[in-house]
């Protein structure tokens, strides 16, 4: 795959993962009333938050792992099942556990775990690894400037596509989400064995 090839796939796979959608009506909520300069505000914190995640994960990989004697594989198989079960959940739109949400801004709530969570994390890494650090972190920072203006005009796109068509884009994503999970896990498997 190309340099350029490599950039679309993994800044697409990563606006996927991140699904910057489903915090639309979440977002939205919690910045009723705010002027837009406020929400912008907002928007940037959330991406800060996530973004910082991301970029401390992937240029710190190797270390982490090395302090806590972990293997690339064992996190592929480990995070492929986590990533999976949120696809699952997305998908049916069923909750397994509860979350807890910490007394925080919306930004932050947003930014992690709606963002980056663990799923994100694990693309990351998987995809350091499979194309380079370079590769992913112009994807990150491209995914992230999506992520950005989903959120910047989320009242807009709310209006527009409405619940129902945020909701099944929802649906399909977390699909995609637990697609590239079983991608995953068949790598670290086969890493594995």
Not at 10 to 29: E, G, M, R, Y
């Given at each position: 795959?190309?340099?350029?090839?490599?950039?679309?796939?993994?800044?697409?796979?990563?606006?996927?993962?991140?699904?910057?959608?489903?915090?639309?009506?979440?977002?939205?909520?919690?910045?009723?009333?705010?002027?837009?300069?406020?929400?912008?505000?907002?928007a940037g914190i959330?991406?800060?938050?996530?973004?910082?995640?991301?970029?401390?994960?992937?240029?710190?990989?190797?270390?982490?792992?090395?302090?806590?004697?972990?293997?690339?594989?064992?996190?592929?198989?480990?995070?492929?099942?986590?990533?999976?079960?949120?696809?699952?959940?997305?998908?049916?739109?069923?909750?397994?556990?509860?979350?807890?949400?910490?007394?925080?801004?919306?930004?932050?709530?947003?930014?992690?775990?709606?963002?980056?969570?663990?799923?994100?994390?694990?693309?990351?890494?998987?995809?350091?690894?499979?194309?380079?650090?370079?590769?992913?972190?112009?994807?990150?920072?491209?995914?992230?400037?999506?992520?950005?203006?989903?959120?910047?005009?989320a009242s807009l796109?709310?209006r527009l596509l409405?619940?129902?068509?945020?909701?099944?884009?929802?649906?399909?994503?977390?699909?995609?989400?637990?697609?590239?999970?079983?991608?995953?896990?068949?790598?670290?498997?086969?890493?594995?064995?």
């Amino acid at each position: 795959m190309d340099v350029l090839g490599a950039i679309l796939y993994t800044t697409l796979a990563l606006i996927i993962i991140l699904d910057p959608l489903l915090s639309v009506p979440i977002f939205v909520s919690m910045t009723k009333g705010k002027s837009d300069r406020e929400v912008s505000r907002e928007a940037g914190i959330a991406i800060g938050v996530a973004g910082v995640l991301m970029y401390v994960f992937l240029f710190g990989n190797f270390v982490i792992f090395e302090t806590l004697g972990i293997t690339l594989a064992t996190f592929q198989v480990a995070g492929g099942i986590f990533l999976f079960i949120l696809g699952m959940q997305e998908t049916l739109g069923i909750t397994i556990g509860t979350m807890r949400k910490p007394e925080s801004s919306a930004s932050v709530i947003i930014g992690t775990p709606l963002l980056c969570g663990p799923g994100t994390i694990t693309t990351v890494l998987l995809f350091a690894k499979e194309f380079g650090i370079p590769i992913v972190a112009i994807a990150s920072a491209l995914s992230l400037a999506v992520c950005w203006l989903t959120l910047r005009y989320a009242s807009l796109i709310q209006r527009l596509l409405g619940e129902t068509v945020t909701d099944v884009m929802g649906k399909v994503l977390g699909m995609l989400v637990a697609a590239i999970a079983v991608k995953i896990i068949v790598s670290g498997i086969q890493a594995l064995v």
